[in-house]
């Protein structure tokens, strides 16, 4: 039912062109992957999908409230990002056993626009099932939901490529890490032979900006500070995707840690960094995921860092003022 409702809404809001529907396998077990930077991904693949198709989802934090309501309808199989989740890999693998359909983005998430880096877990769902895969390349995709519910319709191209077997993704020659690293590398070449140049490289993307940190005296003078790491808090601070599922994913108070150019409460940036602190204690690998781990490890060490000369100056000072570095 909500696959055919989706079809209805998609093709009325949305001009779609897909090529290579013939690709898709008579019967299961396989595969669907695709490059992944929007909502709409995951619906154009459900849509285009001959077959019933079981998600691999985000179970490491919450669905975006926007889309949770749909989520949580067709419903998916979660996996804990950033650790190696047994339970959740088991349940994907079982789908291919039964001779299931199972989709995946095996980039794990939306929080770039480029295409990134893959991982392994599809390898390893791939490599115990000996499943074929089928690549989707979706074009068009940025910023195509919010036109389409402004109905502007904006014009997307699902490419769906050549089946991709066992044999051709896995050699059978190296060590079971080399094997599994290899073939998320020739999935994602697939994806990107289905891709234009400018979403393999976004020229959109965004790079955050150095961040300068001062505090004011209630003589409203500023005091310039730095701190260890300071590069890489400013990374995180100034990546919208980050910030914004740390407010609207786990609702944390850090909405102050947005704030440029104007002073704000030196308690509130306490609250809001050791909100984030907290939470990676309980989730270590939400920043190591998304980021690699030396640079996840270095926003945590920052962020820690930022946290002791906050503590340290809060009898002399009441306000924290943010800005960007002028390059």
């Known amino acids: 039912m909500l696959k055919t409702l989706a079809k ?14 013939e690709n898709f396998p008579k019967t299961g077990p396989y595969i669907v992957i695709g490059n992944h930077v929007s909502s709409l991904e995951p619906i154009l693949m459900v849509i285009f999908t001959p077959h019933q198709l079981e998600y691999l989802g985000s179970g490491d934090i919450p669905i975006d409230p926007r889309m949770s309501f749909i989520a949580n309808l067709y419903k998916f199989i979660p996996i804990m990002r950033g650790q ?4 959740g890999l ?4 079982e789908v ?15 929080w770039e626009k480029n295409l990134k880096e893959p991982k392994i877990g599809l390898s390893w769902i791939s490599y115990k099932s000996k499943a074929s ?9 940025n910023g195509a939901l919010i036109k389409a519910l402004q109905f502007k319709r904006p014009k997307v191209l699902v490419k769906i490529g050549n089946l991709l077997t066992y044999d051709e993704i896995f050699p059978n020659y190296v060590s079971l890490k080399t094997t599994m690293n290899i073939g998320a590398e020739k999935i994602m070449e ?23 940190f001062n505090f004011i005296g209630d003589n409203g003078i500023e005091e310039r500070f730095e701190f260890a790491e300071q590069n890489y808090v400013s990374r995180m601070l100034e990546h919208p995707v980050i910030m914004d599922v740390f407010m609207r994913n786990l609702k944390l108070p850090v909405k102050v840690l947005t704030t440029r150019d104007k002073r704000v409460e030196l308690n509130e940036v306490n609250i809001g ?14 920043l190591t995921y998304r980021f690699g ?32 570095k002028d390059k």
């Open 273 to 286: 960094i050791n909100a984030i602190i907290n939470y990676l204690g309980s989730n270590p690998g939400f």
């Open 8 to 21: 209805l809404l998609v093709r009325l809001l949305i001009e779609v062109k897909v090529e290579g529907e």
């Open 133 to 141: 895969i089928v690549p989707i390349g979706f074009t068009g995709m």
């Open 293 to 324: 781990v030396e640079s996840g490890l270095k926003m945590l060490n920052g962020l820690q860092e930022l946290i002791k000369i906050l503590h340290n100056n809060k009898g002399n000072n009441r306000f924290l003022i943010v800005r960007i």
């Open 96 to 110: 291919l056993l039964q001779n299931g359909v199972l989709g995946i983005f095996p980039e794990g998430g939306i």
């Open 190 to 212: 697939k994806i990107a032979e289905l891709l234009p140049s400018e979403d393999i490289n976004n020229p959109v993307q965004t790079f955050p900006k150095e961040l300068i």
């Open 84 to 87: 190696i989740d047994q339970k």
């Open 90 to 93: 088991i349940s994907a693998l």
